[in-house]
């Protein structure tokens, strides 16, 4: 591809050691991989690659503190593998599937996948779709970041979001501040214990701030 070649990858800071600890490597090769395929793709702006870390990896290891041990995650409208990607590599107990609809985006992390090595299921489609709710099967919490207003989002993975099931939003400080006026709408529409958490305290400019809410019974 012609024009100007994408910065190069930034080194990891100190925190990611304790965030990634013996996982530390593969971060650093999915994040390298960001900045070259990712770019190159149209997966990462190329601006955002000098903050690659703080932004958007890290950033996404931060919701670790809001997923239970040994989950089921499913991501949704996965990406480029966000918040997915670090928070398996974060937390090595979970078992994570990366929902994502768009074939370039599919083909990128199913190369990550095997390049790094790991045990995650790619799944083409949209968290909506019936064939992508069998593939997916039973899980125990649902990621997203930045895929829509968390009623819309909700309304997709309303197949995912069985009894019981977990829905952790990665959002900004807008949808923060509307979020007491959308708890009605989500209450209708089935979830509970509605509320944004602050997550990643420790991790600086990576500190972040998600929304939280659990699948009532049916």
């Known amino acids: 591809m012609s024009g100007t070649p994408a910065p190069p990858a930034p080194p990891a800071p100190q925190v990611a050691a304790s965030v990634f600890g013996a996982a530390l ?107 992508v709710v069998t593939a997916v099967g039973p899980v125990d919490v649902v990621t997203a970041r930045a895929v829509a207003a968390l009623p819309r989002l909700v309304g997709w993975c309303r197949g995912l979001l069985r009894p019981g099931t977990r829905l952790v939003a990665l959002v900004g400080a807008r949808a923060v501040e509307e979020l007491p006026a959308m708890v009605p709408e989500l209450h209708a529409a089935g979830m509970r214990d509605v509320h944004a958490r602050a997550v990643g305290a420790d991790l600086g400019e990576a500190a972040t701030t998600v929304v939280v809410m659990t699948r009532g019974p049916r």
């Open 25 to 131: 490597p593969d971060a650093e090769r999915y994040v390298a991989r960001l900045a070259s395929d990712g770019v190159t793709r149209g997966l990462i702006g190329p601006r955002e690659v000098p903050r690659l870390w703080d932004r958007h990896v890290l950033n996404s290891a931060a919701v670790a503190e809001a997923v239970p041990p040994d989950a089921r995650v499913v991501d949704v409208g996965s990406g480029a593998g966000l918040p997915g990607i670090p928070l398996a590599l974060a937390r090595p107990d979970l078992r994570l599937t990366l929902v994502e609809p768009m074939a370039r985006r599919v083909e990128f992390l199913e190369e990550v996948v095997a390049e790094l090595g790991a045990g995650w299921r790619v799944v083409r489609g949209r968290a909506e779709e019936r064939s």
